[in-house]
């Protein structure tokens, strides 16, 4: 079997676990957020003559804390407090779109908690929890190619509009992602490990995916349509 890997993320903020306000001598008004990520990884096998994964097992969850403390001056700056939190969020193991989901609710959470405090208090205290949850897939060379004939025999080869395609984002893999499920070769390239996200968060070297979907629309693995023309 020849093997690659591929993530895919679901995210769930939980409330947070802490909510509280304080009055200090200092004049300022300053904001402490605490966050701790609870990482869950996954691992199934797709086989080609089965619509459904099978469950291999779960590692053990990943806990990562982090802490940030913003001035409300310094909050109220849209572009640098998210600047902020998302250099701070950045080792966590989420893909780009769900950590840029959980940066807008975590500042949505703290504008909401300032209105609310009492007037007299100057230092808010926010804590999140959340969780990561990753299904890491192991796929065959047969999976792949019986996915291409099946696309060709059900004649769907209508190709993403090229807006669709310029759009995909890129991503630098911190962690080994195996190979590109189209051309079977590894991500690794000349010491760069990079590759182009879908929006069903499969991931692809941008010349082969690109390839592709000037070609059909649909994801090679799980046939998430992307817009057409």
Partial sequence: MEEYF??????????PERLFTTREPS??????LYFSCDFYCSHWILHTDSTTPEFVKTDNPLEIDNSIAFTLEEFLSYKQ?????????KDWPLMVVGRREFV????????????????????????????????????????????????LEENTMVPASDSSIESLETKILVDDHGTCSICLEEFLVDGVCEG??????????????????RTSHYCPICRYEMPTS
Wanted: net charge positive.
């Fill in 104 to 151: 807008d609710y975590a500042l949505k959470r703290v504008r909401d908690a300032i209105v609310i405090m009492p007037a007299h208090h100057n230092v808010l205290h926010l804590q999140f929890r959340v969780m990561a949850l990753h299904k890491r897939y192991l796929v065959d060379r047969r999976f792949v190619n019986w996915m291409i004939q099946q696309l």
């Fill in 6 to 15: 591929t993530y895919c993320d679901e995210l769930q903020h939980r409330s």
């Fill in 81 to 89: 407090s998210r600047e902020t939190l998302e250099e701070s969020l």
């Fill in 27 to 32: 004049p300022s008004f300053n904001i402490n």
């Fill in 196 to 213: 182009v996200c879908m929006p069903c968060k499969h991931i692809f070297h941008g010349d082969c995916i690109q390839k592709w979907l």
